[in-house]
């Protein structure tokens, strides 16, 4: 067997006449960075959404930093967040000169715990960001519950959850605004970098179009401090071909899920759904006492696995500043030793899922 845990060419072959194309438009339009293929997918993913603003951005991180930057986060600011986590989520408050503070997570849905959030928020809190983790949504009623009773804000990044929703309402209709990420290995994934901010609010939603935009309304007239952090147009054409195609992608993403959890829920602790919620399994993630022992005997025969995070956020080299310890959050920590990722990319056959499950099933029962 030699399965790759995440196959895009797949995905690029299935779709080469819709996408080449597309790619060529752009090319012979001559407009390479906003204009009308970028403006049509903002739209078209705010529909999606359920929002009426999408800001397109050259990143989830990017739309993440500008989300804050619209909320007016700013030195001596805390925002709480998850440390089982993409280091993206921290690392843009850390840019702005705020500070992180991480609450520890769920041990089920691995999603920040809104138990917990409470006691940690201070006069100082500017606002919330839970993250939508491996595609299954942060409880997001009690989360906003309590953010509007404290009068913070709440930014979803939901860089892992496009299509997720609870109570039938999709991810980043909750929060202030929700941050995607079009990274390539995304469930909407671009050819290269991109993400964009989703919002109903007219304000975030103009003011993070001036920061992408150098902090210019008017070209050479710079009303704040921005950046660069425009989306290519080649990339929004090859998202709006690959949005058509999203939400079979999820299902199958779904449908592989619900395969390994079906053969593999006597071996390990396979991901939960909690009623109302639709799980996207941007990860398929397990957790197990002999994680390291598994990840290995599958590896000898082929099959790949990855892990997501190994290391907290709290535990991070960079945030040594922030002064956690070892122990602060006992439940990522734990997670982050026995949690396992399983490929379940939409387009894994149903001979490649068998095989991984088999061997998982091997491994186990031949266990001493
Ligand atoms: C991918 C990701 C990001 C960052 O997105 P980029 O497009 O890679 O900048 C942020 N948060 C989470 C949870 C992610 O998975």
Request: glycine share 8%; proline share 4%.
């Amino acid at each position: 067997m030699d399965l790759p845990f995440l196959d895009l060419t797949r995905q690029y072959r299935a779709l080469s006449s819709e996408i080449d194309p597309a790619i060529a438009r752009v090319v012979e339009s001559g407009r390479y960075i906003g204009g009308e293929e970028v403006a049509r997918l903002e739209e078209e993913l705010a529909g999606y959404c359920g929002v009426r603003f999408g800001v397109s951005m050259a990143s989830g991180t990017d739309a993440l930093l500008a989300c804050l930057m619209a909320m007016g986060v700013c030195e001596g600011d805390e925002v709480i967040t998850t440390p089982f986590t993409f280091i993206a989520t921290a690392e843009v408050v850390c840019i702005l000169k705020a500070k992180p503070v991480f609450v520890d997570i769920e041990p089920d849905t691995f999603n920040i715990d809104p138990s917990r959030l409470e006691s940690k928020i201070s006069d100082r809190t500017k606002c919330i960001i839970p993250v939508h983790i491996f595609g299954h949504m942060a409880d997001m009623e009690r989360i906003c519950g309590i953010a509007g009773g404290h009068g913070i804000g709440v930014i979803e990044d939901a860089a892992q959850a496009v299509g997720a929703s609870m109570g039938g309402k999709q991810a980043c209709r909750f929060g202030e605004a929700g941050a995607l990420s079009f990274f390539p290995s995304k469930n909407l994934g671009a050819f290269g970098d991109g993400g964009m901010i989703l919002t109903d609010s007219e304000t975030i939603a103009k003011k993070a179009a001036v920061i992408k935009d150098h902090g210019s309304e008017k070209r050479y007239h710079h009303s704040v401090v921005g950046f660069n952090g425009r989306l290519d147009a080649i990339q929004a054409a090859v998202l709006r071909v690959k949005l058509k195609h999203l939400e079979s992608w999820n299902e199958r993403r779904r449908a592989n899920a619900s395969y390994y959890n079906d053969v593999l829920k006597k071996y390990v602790s396979v991901p939960v759904e909690r009623d109302g919620c639709r799980h996207v399994y941007h990860q398929y993630s397990v957790l197990t006492d002999r994680r390291d022992k598994l990840c290995g005997f599958l590896r000898e025969r082929g099959i790949p696995t990855a892990v997501y995070y190994p290391v907290p956020l709290h535990l991070q080299e960079v945030f040594k500043g922030l002064g956690y310890k070892k122990g602060d959050f006992p439940v990522t920590e734990e997670v982050s030793e026995k949690v396992v990722s399983l490929p379940c990319f939409p387009e894994i056959t149903d001979e490649e899922r068998e095989a991984v499950a088999k061997a998982v099933i091997e491994f186990f029962e031949n266990e001493d």
